[in-house]
């Protein structure tokens, strides 16, 4: 059955990732993981190895969802996969509730609990985390991720490749650089440059 898809990762965040394209009716046929992976990770078989991508692909499987926290290495993977020939699809919860004027890349996922409003912008690979909210006119960039229980008031923009701790909250309108780590239950009151990492509240740059 080679419209299955295909899981690249097989760790905690891949059985979340699973179980929402299995909510959606889709079949998950293989996780691809590295060599130390379990050899099924929520019932899924797991591959071990990048290199069967490439037979997967042989074998007729197109589609595919990369269900890797570490925002770098989810970047990485999919571009990997892309060149292959395979295609991104998404991993929405069915329990999240998403404006129909919110834009969505491919590659994201959407867990449960998470709502997305009025035209918000979410780029591809980007991560929204259970029970985030990120409200109106935010554009959360390429590959970032907002983990769980996090709140974007309207209007904020984060970067690409950025992650926003678990709890942490942000004020309307501020900008948030790419490659930025805010931490755990960080406040963000203020604009913050592309790198940096910033914690407490409010959030103050510590790196
Ligand atoms: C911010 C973070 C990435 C920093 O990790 P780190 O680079 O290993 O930094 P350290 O643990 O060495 O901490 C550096 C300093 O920042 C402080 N600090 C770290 N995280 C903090 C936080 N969330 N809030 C307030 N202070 C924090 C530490 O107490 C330490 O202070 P000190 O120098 O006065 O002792 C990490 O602490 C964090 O909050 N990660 C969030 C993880 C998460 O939400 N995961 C969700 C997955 S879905």
Redesign the pocket.
């Given at each position: 059955m080679t419209d299955g898809i295909i899981v690249v990762g097989a760790g905690g965040h891949a059985k979340v990732c699973i179980e929402l394209l299995e909510a959606n009716n889709e079949h998950v046929a293989y996780c691809v993981g590295g060599q130390d992976s379990p050899n099924e990770c929520v019932g899924i078989p797991v591959l071990k190895g990048d290199e069967n991508l490439e037979r997967l692909r042989d074998a007729g499987y197109s589609r595919i969802f990369v269900a890797i926290?570490s925002n770098p290495l989810r970047q990485r993977l999919a571009a990997t996969a892309i060149e292959l020939g395979f295609r991104l699809v998404n991993a929405i919860s069915p329990q999240a509730i998403i404006s129909p004027t919110a834009r969505l890349g491919t590659g994201i996922a959407v867990m449960a609990g998470a709502t997305i409003n009025a035209e918000a912008t979410i780029a591809d690979l980007a991560i929204i985390?259970t029970g985030a909210t990120v409200d109106h006119d935010c554009k959360i960039g390429h590959a970032a991720?907002i983990?769980?229980q996090c709140g974007l008031a309207g209007g904020v923009t984060v970067g690409a490749l950025s992650?926003l701790?678990?709890?942490s909250k942000v004020i309307p309108e501020i900008t948030i650089g790419d490659h930025v780590?805010?931490?755990?239950?960080?406040v963000v009151i203020s604009n913050i440059g592309h790198g940096a990492?910033a914690?407490?509240m409010p959030a103050r740059v510590?790196?």
């Open positions: 926290g985390n991720h983990a769980p992650f701790g678990i709890g780590t805010v931490g755990a239950g960080g990492t914690v407490g510590i790196k």
